[in-house]
């Protein structure tokens, strides 16, 4: 069946350090990827999108990469904050370009 | 400012009650979601629609049923049939093209009393 994982447990980061995020997949050939942030009680909002032909995309502080051939994307924040603590979650477009759901990885920066 | 209103925040259900959680979007978006977030999993989706007048069923569409009347609004109605309806509750809308990015509210939490 398709999965998606990300890491269950938290990921706490020092204040200036890089936080480094993964989303592995099985049993997908995606046609693009999109990452969220997610904050508590609140709707996920939409960070970055990357397509399969493209290996690397950046905004700002932030980079994703996707590897198809390791089926891994992983999302970097570069110089982190206390305010870039929240949820990040990954979505794969399906084969009709339906959104499939990782868990989410919770981001805890410390100053 | 564009964007989704979910309304209420918080629902309370009673046995054997049918409750509606409202979603209302002003992003001229033509495609709307429902999706159910439970803790420790990916968001499920309940129903989706691309267009006014049409909608389609997602992975767990048990329970549920929506309308899409306006391309404004996308009720969903969580029946009793719905044996395990405590979750939060989230709608999406996006731009028509594939790839666009899905915009959400901030989400109904729905209880059982």
């Known amino acids: 069946s398709q999965k998606i994982e990300q890491n269950s447990e938290a990921l706490n980061i020092q204040e200036g350090k890089t936080a480094t995020l993964t989303c592995n997949y099985t049993?997908?050939?995606?046609?693009?990827l999109q990452w969220y942030r997610q904050d508590p009680g609140r709707g996920p909002v939409f960070l970055l999108l990357?397509?399969?032909n493209e290996k690397e995309k950046r905004k700002e502080r932030l980079k994703v990469t996707f590897d198809t051939t390791l089926k891994q994307s992983l999302f970097h924040i570069t110089a982190s904050q206390p305010a870039d603590s929240a949820t990040y979650l990954c979505?794969?477009?399906?084969?009709?370009?339906?959104?499939?759901w990782g868990a989410g990885t919770k981001l805890i920066i410390k100053p | 400012d564009g964007g989704i209103t979910q309304s209420p925040k918080y629902l309370f259900r009673k046995e054997g009650q049918n409750v509606t959680l409202s979603c209302e979007q002003n992003l001229n978006h033509d495609a709307m979601y429902w999706y159910r977030q439970d803790p420790g999993q990916g968001l499920r989706l309940i129903y989706y629609s691309q267009i006014v007048n049409d909608f389609q069923k997602g992975d767990i569409a048990e329970g549920y049923s929506v309308s899409r009347e306006k391309k404004e609004s996308f009720p969903l109605t969580v029946t009793s049939a719905q044996k395990n309806p405590t979750a939060f509750y989230l709608c999406?809308?996006?731009?028509?093209?594939?790839?666009?990015?899905?915009?959400f509210g901030d989400g109904t939490r729905l209880s059982i009393l």
């Open positions: 979505a794969l477009a399906d084969s009709n370009y339906q959104l499939i």
């Open positions: 049993n997908y050939s995606p046609a693009y």
């Open positions: 999406a809308s996006k731009a028509g093209r594939d790839g666009q990015p899905q915009h």
């Open positions: 990357i397509r399969e």
